[in-house]
T-cell receptor, first 111, second 117 residues
Framework: GAGVSQSPRYKVTKRGQDVALRCDPISGHVSLYWYRQALGQGPEFLTYFNYEAQQDKSGLPNDRFSAERPEGSISTLTIQRTEQRDSAMYRCASSPGDTIYFGEGSWLTVV | AQKITQTQPGMFVQEKEAVTLDCTYDTSDPSYGLFWYKQPSSGEMIFLIYQGSYDQQNATEGRYSLNFQKARKSANLVISASQLGDSAMYFC??????????????FGAGTRLFVKA
């Protein structure tokens, strides 16, 4: 596609449920990033991939969060046993090597 | 350690005047890149300008220029001739290769710019 595509755009889930957020990067982009952004704050690094390899997951808050990119293209960020504090915008971005290009984000609300 | 700092939570500028948004960074990697992004109220992240650590000249893109002072580890964004549409959040970002392969990009906390008519 022309840009980074994320789905769902909006997700409301009950506390304790698992959530999967999908990212379809720009075709051919080697690197893929996941960020979390609270209102009025900067994107907080979660994890990133080069091709299918997860290079750094130091930003994942705890072991309820995981991400994968099995074929080096589409990526999924999974949050298990969601908590209210997980409510935020989750942004995916992809890069051919330097500039990163963001998707529109997935708004997650945990009630 | 990789770190990026924006010390101005908010800035006001009069329309048609220039404004400088501050950004300092820290990295042990000699090869790195610096970026600025604009986030309007719509929420999208718009790439503005890029500066590589080995670039000899300061980057410019239209009304945007990046004042790169390597020794001071600063990468301030200068917006000339401010317009009302420049009102937005601005984020400074740094990409380096902290080890383990590939590049990692982190963002500052942002500066909210208000342009007054």
């Amino acid at each position: 596609g022309a840009g980074v595509s994320q789905s769902p755009r909006y997700k409301v889930t009950k506390r304790g449920q698992d959530v999967a957020l999908r990212c379809d990067p720009i075709s051919g982009h080697v690197s893929l990033y996941w960020y979390r952004q609270a209102l009025g704050q900067g994107p907080e690094f979660l994890t990133y991939f080069n091709y299918e390899a997860q290079q750094d997951k130091s930003g994942l808050p705890n072991d309820r969060f995981s991400a994968e990119r099995p074929e080096g293209s589409i990526s999924t960020l999974t949050i298990q046993r969601t908590e209210q504090r997980d409510s935020a915008m989750y942004r995916c971005a992809s890069s051919p090597g330097d500039t990163i290009y963001f998707g529109e984000g997935s708004w997650l609300t945990v009630v | 350690a990789q770190k990026i700092t924006q010390t101005q939570p908010g800035m006001f500028v009069q329309e048609k005047e220039a404004v400088t948004l501050d950004c300092t960074y820290d990295t042990s990697d000699p090869s790195y890149g610096l970026f600025w992004y604009k986030q309007p109220s719509s929420g999208e992240m718009i790439f503005l300008i890029y500066q590589g650590s080995y670039d000899q000249q300061n980057a410019t893109e239209g009304r945007y220029s990046l004042n790169f002072q390597k020794a001071r580890k600063s990468a301030n964004l200068v917006i000339s001739a401010s317009q009302l549409g420049d009102s937005a959040m601005y984020f400074c970002a740094m990409r380096d290769s902290p080890g383990g392969g590939g590049f990692k990009t982190i963002f500052g906390a942002g500066t909210r710019l208000f342009v007054k008519a």
